[in-house]
């Protein structure tokens, strides 16, 4: 699947992608690097109705843990799940101008309530969706998001409260400039391969966690890195099968493993081209998302170049 064909072709791709990066199911380790934004111990302390809680993916800019709670009927099992991004801009007016088209987006699927988050600017807002709330806060020219996910029913007061002292926490994180600093290095790619794919200058590169990546340009092209993990190897040979559309072109990429895949020539998306593989049960893909053109060789070659540089290490 081309992740970056939900977004729409408009200079709100990369707030598009910022809101996608919620939904997507990403490679789990064994263990997880730890969270740059808050603590486990500070999750347990704020959320202890659902204690003990994971941490399921970490690193900087975003990170995403879970807990598995009870019923009340004492036989069913619930899973909770709390997530954590930020993005930074060049400036605070960039990142104001970024959260008041979030806000507007928003308001057109969600309830909305203004919020106050020690740290943040004025501006701050608080979302909900029957069981999910979640909110947005600027913090100078950072940007940090949370969201709270329970299948057992929507947060109670203490919850809210909870999520509230973890917002004023999260601020605090994203106000620091060693973090900003660690948002803009992405371990996963080259960057000399991504400045080629998108023109050289004005790329700006973002990581969200230790499983996903944004790159983009002044035209608001982008490439976008993301991880995932099946459960099974059996699993994984399944969804190398369904990856195949009669919607796209899709070309063997053997030299990055006998699962790797290069999709173009989309008819929904025509201007997007993924190239992917698996290593074991994690599958690696890397979208190129371009502006009024359809990719062309020397896109598609550079873009396998990036996976294979990725399968090779």
Known sequence: ??????????????????????????IAAAQAEPCSIVRLSDVEAALPASRPWKLTSGGAGSCRFEARVLGADGRSIYTVMFRLL????AAPKAAAETLQTVRTEFAKRYVLSDVEIQGAAP????????NALGWYAQVGKGIVSGSYLSMQGPPDAAEVAGLTALAQK???????????????????????????????KDVKIEQFGSNSCVATNARQEAVMFTGIQAESLAAAKQIFKSMQSADCTNQPLTDVGPQGLLMFNCRSAPTHAAASFFKGVNRYEYTLALQGREPTEQDLAQLVEQARWRFLR
């Open 86 to 89: 930020q993005q930074y801009h």
């Open 170 to 200: 999260a601020a605090a994180a994203t106000s620091q400039p060693a973090a900003a600093a660690a948002a803009g290095v992405c371990p996963h790619f080259d960057e000399a391969i991504v400045r080629k794919l998108l023109g050289g």
């Open 1 to 26: 699947m081309i992740y970056l064909s939900m977004c729409p072709s408009s200079r709100t791709l990369r707030h598009c992608v910022f809101g996608l990066l919620f939904a997507l199911p990403l």
């Open 123 to 130: 501006g701050a807002f608080r979302f909900e969706d029957g």
